[in-house]
């Protein structure tokens, strides 16, 4: 899969990138992340991408002749969304969706926003939450995290993808480890006795008391 991510500040994206899942992925060669600097694409000597709103108001917005000459010197096809605000809610099934294409290309918005013509560059926009980041960097890097995990081959055991919350539309069960006792917590003992159909029944249990009692828009009762 290849990665395409259009920013203003690609110095961002050197730490996270670099370790974990996603520096294995790159390094197995699952996943290509390609940097694209939007300033390079400003036409004058002081490198200028944002201009004052028509109209008044506050704050600068993202000039739409910048992003899209961006845009054009990633060639290919691929999905091309925006991260944004007002996009749609960004959720694991979207995660799942995205990880089955060849190529996706991430733009991250800044400032006060883009010039409105951007959003007709993009093929949808999206969101990771109701609140505002100072720009799309830092959601970029959820949704590519989010994505490259569930790549073939990325995680050694795909069914710990798989078990994770949202997966089916309910959180996760409650897991436990060493030590088998903490200030008098306990680990149930139903987890210590080896019968796995119990514990799997068990499990499934607790998932939806989980669901229900912390998100229960997810469960549709």
Request: one cysteine or more; proline letters at 5%.
């Amino acid at each position: 899969m290849k990665i395409s991510i259009l920013t203003l500040f690609p110095e961002m994206f050197t730490g996270p990138f670099d370790y974990s899942i996603v520096m294995r992925a790159r390094e197995k060669g699952i996943v290509t992340i390609n940097l694209v600097n939007i300033r390079d694409f400003a036409t004058d000597a002081y490198k200028t991408v944002d201009d004052h709103p028509y109209g008044g108001g506050q704050g600068m917005i993202l000039r739409v002749d910048v992003v899209d000459r961006a845009l054009e010197s990633i060639g290919g096809k691929g999905r091309i969304i925006l991260l944004d605000p007002i996009g749609i809610p960004y959720t694991q099934a979207k995660a799942q969706e995205l990880s089955k294409l060849n190529h996706l290309i991430l733009m991250c918005g800044h400032y006060e926003g883009v010039d409105e013509r951007v959003r007709t560059l993009v093929d949808e926009s999206v969101s990771i939450g109701d609140y505002v980041t100072t720009g799309g960097e830092l959601p970029a890097m959820v949704v590519v995290d989010s994505v490259v995990r569930l790549l073939p081959g990325v995680l050694r055991n795909k069914a710990s993808s798989e078990d994770e919350s949202f997966w089916s539309h309910r959180l996760e069960y409650p897991q436990y480890t060493r030590p088998e006792v903490y200030k008098k917590m306990k680990v149930p003992e139903i987890l210590k006795m080896g019968d796995h159909k119990a514990i799997s029944n068990w499990r499934d249990e607790q998932a939806h008391i989980r669901t229900r009692r912390l998100r229960p828009d997810l469960t549709g009762e």
